[in-house]
């Protein structure tokens, strides 16, 4: 055979089988070969590179997430549990016994799919391009929000993106030089490439980009995380997909290249100096909005079977599981090049972008190709589905790979880990309290975390398609930090979806199944307050986590996911898509060490709300209004922003009681859509103190504060520092005129805790009067809007 | 044959590329720099004549109110003499993907120039100021060039 190689494993003892592994960047661990081998000996011939490569990226730990669905021999103390497929008993388990009517297509899909109307369903995905972004932060980022965009493109038989979300975490951007490992971006730089890559791709395919958060802390300065996450609205009669044999492989959008070869098996791989680097992918948002327009049209038409997107592993991953049940026969010399001279093995696994695959009945075939020659984007018949179960692939006649869909999808082995969670004890810090906390305040104002993040919200475009209700900066002055976006995807109906996150990776620090449990409450709190609706609520989980090979930190996995399955159960929110990305560790030759990133889960929101005109933003509205606080304070400064400006992590970090968190925020929603409420944010970092402050800035309007006998202040949390700073959960501040006073406690009377804290003051001071009604923070409002702005004001 | 595109802001006109640069070279530590300013570069080959080269310039490639375009036919031509100027030039490497490029050749087709062989694009920074060799190597590295995919050129060369 003269277009590909044979690999030798038949001959190969363990050493070997690890050599070709590593050498190919195949990331297959042992056992793994061991079970290629052997179906190998039953076939009585060796692999062509070809069919090695399929297997890798197929079975890449990015494609297939062999630790999540593998078996986890868990220890927690003196006791030991044997968890048998860690997303099917937790995350999964969730939205079976919740069993909402609306979710209509979960986990088994591109993205999870809801009702959104009668005619209509939304989808929404989000997943991550953390490696390549550390690489080329640029090129990573775009190509990151593109993929997620097909994601969208490729659900059921096709959804319409509508709004796009990012979540990034770097490291510090004040980081000095001398400090950088080497073959490391500083994080400044990152970010500016990471932002400009986002905003580049998402602008020119006239998505608006109306919602994310960016978070910095020290344990990403080597492996940066970029969430990318896509919004898509669709018929609800084309939810669903399937190739049927005799179909025909339509390969549409971009032609192939070197680009990103490996780049899912170098996803699951942890990074180093020398890292190879054909594995970044290139992106062209033109050639992606041509495609999106023109699909949507086939779609509508009913000219394909099923669709789906070329992401990790290419064609391989695409093609092999749009043909998982049927069998699939490939011709890859007519994959159109970008150039020529790639080998046989470099079509079938190159992850070059904008191109999605179509199963398309032959009769459909001439309509269809008139459609796309109309629009100018390229597609090529590149085989047929057949009905054998065998994935064949030939090259000019010659067969260059031959293996059963059931090996492939089915033949990987189960991973068996151990885990053992050990909680760490940091130190708690002693000092006393500071007398006035207004310079404590600007402070935690200052930290770029909490800081505005004007300088990258306004390079993204958040009104393009004419249907954002709520936007990302509010306020008088446009300039204040919303808390959610709203979007109303439809001209001729009110109807609109509301969008939130939650992410606290120093709560990881401490105790991933607390901030498992923070980061769902966050994404609802945001949700809520901004009109949001509990009961038609849907989750999505992206894990970002180091070494699963590490006991530790897989027991950490373990307990966040638990967590997912206990707090998203309490909640009746439940999950419909999820990714995680494993192994985010960096290689320093110079410390001759590995470094994790702290363990990341990001936490999304989706609601459907029937009416946009209810929905409220979160800056003070009118002088002389009531201000109350509602939730339990705590003495919870474990992985606070308070403790961490001192130097401190602390081990109190702050729980959920979901039962009391859901009837609280049920009662505040009912209030919202009565129109009782004129502003509401919610307390996440930097607590009660900062709350209040955005909410003045951000309204241009003073406030004063008392915070003596609000929920739990003076118990628990009996220093002033405490109930200002503490970042406990399910708290919120609320703006009600003295015209619905009561009518407001009424709804949230039944069980509820909250006060009538303050009230909207005429002139532009903060006061906050603290546990023994002496004035704790004395502030200009603008003061404290100057230091939130200046830091990342680029 | 081949050429080589400038386009450039006129003068009077904000050249926000060249300001950002400025301020990043500050970020990185690097004070004495007065004023950048850049340049888009279309690299063009082809049997091309110069009116079609002055219509594709002025039709797709500057936007003529505010920018200016300059066709030359050598590949590193620029003047200068004076010891307070680097220039440098950032070119994708081959085989990366080049999007701008292969949109530049179906603009000009549909502009009805047909017999382009090749273009490739790239940026030009011309940075003024009182840097050492070791300083404008950091801001190339660090900055200009991501050497995963890009590779530049400084000029003058050699001379520190």
Redesign the interface.
């Known amino acids: 055979m003269k277009n590909v190689k044979t690999i030798n494993i038949l001959d190969a003892d363990d050493t070997e089988l690890l050599r070709i592994s590593k050498e190919g960047v195949l990331s297959l661990n042992l056992e793994e070969m061991h079970a290629i081998q052997n179906y190998y000996r039953k076939k009585g011939r060796n692999p062509t590179d070809v069919e090695l490569e399929t297997l890798a990226q197929t079975w890449s730990e990015h494609c297939v997430h062999k630790t999540f669905k593998g078996l986890i021999e868990y220890r927690e103390k003196s006791q030991t549990r044997i968890i048998d497929n860690l997303l099917k008993e937790t995350v999964v388990r969730a939205t079976k016994e919740l069993n909402k009517k609306w979710c209509i297509s979960v986990f088994r899909d591109n993205a999870g799919i809801i009702e959104f109307d009668r005619k209509n369903a939304v989808a929404f995905k989000i997943e991550t391009h953390n490696h390549p972004s550390a690489?080329?932060?640029?090129?990573g980022a775009g190509t990151g929000i593109g993929g997620v965009i097909r994601d969208i493109l490729g659900v059921g038989l096709g959804a319409k993106p509508i709004l796009n979300t990012d979540v990034f975490c770097f490291g510090p951007p004040d980081l000095p030089?001398e400090k950088l490992p080497e073959g490391v971006l500083?994080p400044?730089?990152i970010c500016?490439?990471v932002v400009s890559g986002v905003r580049d791709y998402g602008n020119r395919m006239g998505i608006p980009t109306a919602n994310g958060a960016v978070v910095f802390d020290e344990g990403y300065i080597c492996n940066p995380l970029v969430y990318c996450g896509t919004v898509g609205i669709m018929p609800r009669d084309k939810c669903f997909k399937e190739a049927k044999p005799k179909d025909l492989i339509v390969a549409v959008g971009g032609r192939t290249?070197?680009?990103g070869i490996h780049g899912a098996t170098f996803s699951s791989a942890e990074l180093a100096k020398d890292t190879e680097?054909s594995a970044?992918q290139?992106?062209?948002p033109?050639?992606e909005k041509k495609v999106a327009d023109v699909l949507l049209q086939a779609r509508d038409k009913g000219l394909y079977n099923a669709i789906t997107d070329c992401g990790a592993g290419g064609f391989s991953s695409a093609i092999g599981e749009m043909g998982k049940d049927t069998g699939a026969r490939v011709y890859l010399e007519r994959a159109p090049l970008?150039?020529a001279g790639l080998a046989p093995w470099e079509i079938w696994v190159s992850e070059?972008q904008e191109r999605m695959v179509l199963a398309v009945p032959p009769e459909k075939l001439a309509q269809l190709m008139d459609i796309f020659r109309a629009e100018d984007v390229e597609a090529t018949v590149l085989g047929e589905f057949t009905n054998d179960k065998k994935l064949l692939l030939l090259y000019n006649g010659e067969t260059v790979g031959e293996l059963e869909m059931e090996f492939l999808h089915n033949g990987v082995p189960r991973v068996k880990r151990k885990a053992e969670w050990k909680k760490t004890q940091f130190p708690e810090p002693e000092f006393e309290e500071p007398k006035d906390l207004t310079q404590s305040l600007k402070e935690i104002l200052a930290h770029p975390t909490v800081a505005s993040k004007e300088w990258i919200i306004r390079q993204y475009d958040h009104e393009v398609q004419a249907g954002t209700v709520l936007k990302p900066l509010q306020g008088v002055n446009n300039d204040g930090p919303g808390d959610a976006c709203v979007i109303k995807p439809l001209f001729c109906s009110n109807k609109g979806i509301v969008i939130s996150n939650g992410l606290n990776p120093r709560f990881g620090m401490i105790d991933p199944y607390w901030s498992a449990a923070s980061s769902i409450d966050e994404a609802l709190r945001n949700n809520i307050c901004a009109g949001g609706n509990l009961n038609h609520c849907a989750l999505l989980d992206n894990f970002c986590w180091g070494s699963p090979e590490k006991e530790e930190q897989l027991a950490g996995l373990v307990r966040a996911a638990l967590s997912c399955y206990d707090t998203a159960k309490a909640y009746g929110t439940p999950f419909i898509s999820g990714k995680d990305s494993l192994n985010n560790e960096y290689f320093d030759y110079a410390q001759n060490k590995k470094i994790s990133i702290p363990p990341t889960l990001l936490i999304s929101a989706i609601s459907v709300i029937p009416d946009i005109r209810k929905v409220i933003s979160m800056d003070l509205k009118s002088p002389g209004n009531l201000i109350y606080i509602l939730g339990e304070t705590y003495d919870e400064l474990g992985g606070s922003i308070y403790y961490a400006l001192r130097g401190f992590t602390g081990n109190r970090v702050p729980k959920v009681n979901p039962r009391r968190a859901k009837k609280l925020m049920s009662s505040l929603q009912k209030a919202i859509w009565r129109g009782l409420v004129r502003s509401c944010h919610d307390c996440s970092e930097g607590g009660i103190g900062v709350a209040i402050a955005e909410m003045a800035f951000a309204g241009g309007l003073g406030a004063e504060l008392y915070v003596r006998d609000c929920p739990g202040c003076g118990i628990s949390a009996n220093r002033n520092d405490t109930i200002l700073f503490s970042e406990s959960n399910s708290r919120f501040i609320v703006e009600v005129e003295p015209k619905n006073k009561k009518a407001f406690e009424k709804i949230m009377g039944n069980g509820s805790s909250f006060k009538l804290a303050g009230k909207v003051r005429k002139d532009k001071l903060l006061k906050i009067y603290g546990i023994n009604g002496k004035t704790v923070v004395n502030a200009d409002i603008y003061e404290l809007k100057e230091s939130w702005q200046k830091t990342l004001r680029? | 044959m081949e050429y080589l595109i400038k386009v450039r802001y006129k003068p009077g006109f904000f050249d926000a590329l060249g300001n950002t640069v400025q301020r990043d070279i500050k970020d990185l530590g690097i004070s004495g720099v007065k004023k950048v300013k850049t340049a888009q570069l279309y690299y063009v080959e082809g049997e091309i004549t110069y009116k079609e080269l002055r219509l594709l310039c002025k039709e797709l490639l500057a936007d003529t109110i505010t920018q200016q375009y300059e066709i030359t036919s050598s590949r590193t031509s620029f003047k200068t003499s004076n010891k307070q100027t680097f220039i440098v030039q950032v070119w994708y490497k081959k085989g990366v993907t080049d999007a701008v490029a292969d949109t530049v050749k179906k603009g000009a087709m549909d502009l009805g120039i047909q017999k382009i062989d090749k273009v490739k694009t790239g940026y030009e920074y011309i940075i003024l100021g009182n840097i050492s060799r070791a300083e404008i190597e950091r801001i190339c590295r660090g900055l200009l060039a991501n050497k995963v995919v890009q590779e530049y050129k400084i000029y003058p060369e050699g001379i520190a």
């Open positions: 690489l080329e932060p640029y090129g030089y500083h400044k730089r500016k490439g290249g070197r680009d680097v970044v290139i992106g062209n033109i050639v970008k150039y070059a680029w």
